[in-house]
């Protein structure tokens, strides 16, 4: 069975301080990985998505992929208070796909002014 | 504005009392999916489908049902809710089940009490 792992938290950073997330999946013909932010009661909203091995930076957020130790992470720079919600992982072995997606439980970010 | 709008957003009801959740998209897209999401079990795909008339089984499907006649509606259908479906639920679309940016557009939930 496909599981992705995330520590559940809260994880408590500073603001403007770096808040730095993780996510390791079990299965190692996974293809595409994808960070969702989630505020209490709302939906999921896409952040990053990434395919390759390395970084990829969008603005404040860089996404970190590590196929060979089954690892996932997300940074978030100067963090705001607003950034204060449950970050989620999700991975495919679809390559580029909305198919198959399967969800860590995510990690509840707390940001403290 | 592009969006995938479920209604309704909340809902109680009883057990057995067969109800419908409607999910609709407005971005032309082929690629519709609805999930659950519930405490410590993070969210999990019920239905998908690819396209019009064609629909498949996510990793929790029993109890509920789908339909994609049209390609901006995907209707879930709880024939005999129970209380163990008691959940939030969430509709999402995609451009096709390759798209790049996974699941990019989610809907804004409906939250769903079978008592």
């Known amino acids: 069975q496909k599981e992705v792992e995330q520590n559940s938290g809260p994880l408590s950073v500073p603001e403007g301080a770096i808040a730095s997330l993780n996510c390791t999946y079990s299965?190692?013909?996974?293809?595409?990985f994808f960070w969702y932010r989630q505020y209490s009661g709302k939906s999921p909203e896409l952040i990053m998505f990434?395919?390759?091995?390395g970084d990829k930076e969008d603005g404040r957020f860089t996404a970190q992929l590590n196929k060979a130790s089954q690892y996932v992470s997300l940074l978030i720079r100067d963090s705001q208070p607003s950034d204060s919600a449950t970050y989620l992982c999700?991975?495919?072995?679809?390559?580029?796909?909305?198919?198959?997606?399967?969800f860590g439980k995510g990690t509840h970010l707390i940001i403290q002014p | 504005e592009a969006q995938v709008t479920q209604n309704p957003r909340y809902l109680i009801t009883v057990t057995g009392k067969k109800l419908t959740v409607t999910c609709s998209q407005n971005?032309?897209?082929?690629?519709m999916s609805w999930y659950r999401q519930d405490p410590g079990l993070g969210l999990r795909q019920i239905y998908y489908?690819?396209?019009?008339?064609?629909?498949d089984k996510g990793d929790v499907p029993e109890g509920y049902k789908v339909s994609r006649k049209e390609k901006r509606n995907f209707p879930l259908i709880l024939e005999s809710p129970s209380p163990n479906q008691t959940s939030l639920y969430f509709c999402?679309?995609?451009?096709?089940?390759?798209?790049?940016?996974?699941?990019?557009?989610f809907g804004q939930g409906t939250r769903l009490t079978v008592v």
């Open positions: 999402a679309s995609s451009l096709s089940r390759g798209d790049r940016r996974g699941l990019a557009f």
């Open positions: 299965d190692r013909g996974s293809q595409s």
């Open positions: 990434i395919y390759s091995n």
């Open positions: 999700a991975v495919t072995s679809v390559r580029g796909g909305a198919d198959g997606l399967t």
């Open positions: 971005m032309n897209h082929e690629y």
């Open positions: 489908s690819m396209n019009v008339e064609v629909t």
